[in-house]
């Protein structure tokens, strides 16, 4: 079992910047890719970025070149770093991880970008 705790959401306006951290827990060994997916009002959760064990990551395209993903292997905690906020990022964005069996998601951190 792994256990995903997110943190840092929060209201920011537009061309803002904000962190989110997902702490991991349990059985951490076993993660493979780390990943933040956002879920809008009234729309399918969408994948934002995710980053493998070895540091390779990938984005959607809607987030290149303004949120970086990143991972601590030592802290067991990754990161999203989100610039130029806009109001169309706004949505609850979860942290997903895969392990060599299962598929574990946190209980996601609501971001609201004020126009």
């Known amino acids: 079992q792994v256990q995903l705790v997110e943190s840092g959401g929060g209201l920011v306006q537009a061309g803002g910047s904000l962190r989110l951290s997902c702490a991991a827990s349990g059985s951490i060994f076993s993660i493979r890719r780390m990943g933040w997916y956002r879920q809008a009002p009234g729309k399918q959760r969408e994948l934002v970025a995710h980053i493998s064990s070895g540091g390779i990551s990938n984005y959607a395209d809607s987030v290149k070149d303004r949120f970086t993903i990143s991972r601590d292997n030592a802290k067991n905690t990754m990161y999203l770093q989100m610039n130029s906020l806009k109001p169309e990022d706004t949505a609850v964005y979860f942290c997903?991880?895969?392990?060599?069996?299962?598929?574990?998601w946190g209980r996601g951190t609501q971001v609201t970008v004020s126009s």
């Open positions: 997903n991880v895969d392990t060599t069996y299962n598929t574990y």
